[in-house]
């Protein structure tokens, strides 16, 4: 998912989509370490992904945080 379609999404759906790709890179982690994991680049793609998610969250909370403290300032 690149970062203009995560942006498209609604802040619930993202919280779900972040708890789900941790699940699965947790999944990915346990085949590497059994030798079992067929893409390592797979790890780092779900890290990356991760990150999107994490980074678009943290950039509508600072919104909202600085759109009250607008409000409060009046």
């Known amino acids: 998912m690149k970062a203009k379609q995560i942006r498209e999404f609604e802040s619930g759906h993202l919280n779900h989509e972040l708890t789900e790709k941790q699940k699965h890179l947790f999944t990915l982690r346990t085949q590497a370490v059994t030798e079992k994991l067929e893409d390592p680049t ?7 992904e991760i990150a999107r998610l994490k980074t678009v969250l943290r950039e509508r ?14």
């Open 61 to 74: 909370q600072i919104a909202e945080s600085n759109a009250s403290a607008k409000e409060q300032a009046k």
């Open 42 to 48: 797979q790890i780092i793609k779900t890290r990356r």
